[in-house]
């Protein structure tokens, strides 16, 4: 309770500092910036949060580049990207991303997330474990025009592998004082 009223004060505060130093006046680019912000959070809830694609191309341009797919995957085009999403939803089928927080400049938006899932399905040679897995996450995406034209982002890979019994989890740190 004491840290989500110390994360509510802290948001009311970066509020008022920000309606402070807009001077309360009609910001175009901090229109732009919103409306990034919001078009990136119904994307997360629309596409990924509800393992559909359907409305795919009413967020990212045809020209979408995905500059860090997953390997073997093409992050280029609506079509690739259609794909690549759903490999993801029948392997982890109750995939969310939970918006941890979200920062926007004109056309520029940055997301801190951190995304959970179980691995009910195969994910190419990887055989699902039932396991599940919460890692944290960053996405970096441009937007134009009301559409995502470029994506680049990091997820913690090894976490997850590791929490769905993919790999071996790393070795304990040594005793201090031992080499």
């Known amino acids: 309770m004491k ?16 309606s402070c ?11 732009i910036a919103d409306s990034n912000k919001a ?3 119904a994307f997360y809830d629309q596409i990924i949060n509800a393992h559909s694609v359907n409305n795919l191309d009413n967020f990212i341009a045809t020209s979408f580049t995905d500059h860090n797919p997953d390997p073997g995957m093409n992050g280029v085009g609506i079509e690739n990207n259609k794909k690549n999403f759903m490999m993801w939803f029948a392997s982890m089928p109750d ?22 899932a179980t691995m009910k ?33 990091y997820y913690d890979q090894m976490a997850m ?19």
């Open 95 to 116: 995939v969310q991303i939970h918006v941890d927080n979200m920062v926007a400049d004109s056309d520029m938006v940055w997301v801190m997330y951190h995304m959970t």
């Open 3 to 18: 840290r989500t009223l110390s994360l509510l004060s802290c948001i009311v505060m970066v509020a008022l500092l920000s």
């Open 121 to 153: 399905g195969d994910m190419g040679p990887m055989k699902a474990t039932g396991k599940s897995c919460n890692v944290g996450g960053i996405d970096v995406i441009k937007i134009k025009d009301g559409k995502a034209t470029d994506r680049w982002g």
């Open 39 to 41: 078009k990136t959070q």
């Open 161 to 179: 592998m590791s929490q769905l019994g993919l790999m071996p989890p790393p070795p304990p740190p040594a005793p201090a004082g031992k080499s």
């Open 21 to 31: 130093m807009k001077g309360g006046g009609a910001n175009p680019s901090s229109a």
